[in-house]
């Protein structure tokens, strides 16, 4: 079992947005054009993102990942992570004799 499962939720447009600056384009795979859900590449972006965050969603209540939301600045989301391992590895308080 892993000590935490850390989520970054990030909206679609965020996603699309990030996507399109870095790459130029959107991702066959992660636009689910695999899934032939629409044939427009955008539409099937939304349609294909929207899916995976109800799983994903599903996946946090069930079985407690730590949700970070992730459409915020890259800088503000490694602060907030970095924060939130920082607790995860200090070492806890020796037990009151």
């Given at each position: 079992m892993p000590d935490a499962v850390f989520y970054l939720k990030v909206s679609p447009k965020s996603l699309a947005y990030r996507t399109l600056?870095?790459?130029?384009?959107?991702e066959y795979w992660e636009s689910g054009m695999d899934l032939g859900l629409s044939r427009d590449w955008f539409e099937c972006f939304s349609l294909y993102q929207d899916r995976m965050a109800r799983v994903f969603k599903e996946m946090t209540e069930r079985y407690g990942f730590s949700r970070l939301a992730a459409d915020?600045?890259?800088?503000?989301i490694q602060?907030?992570?970095?924060?939130?391992?920082?607790k995860l590895l200090e070492?806890?308080?020796?037990d009151a004799i």
């Open positions: 600056k870095l790459h130029g384009q959107l915020r600045s890259v800088e503000t602060k907030d992570l970095r924060a939130r391992l920082k070492p806890t308080a020796p």
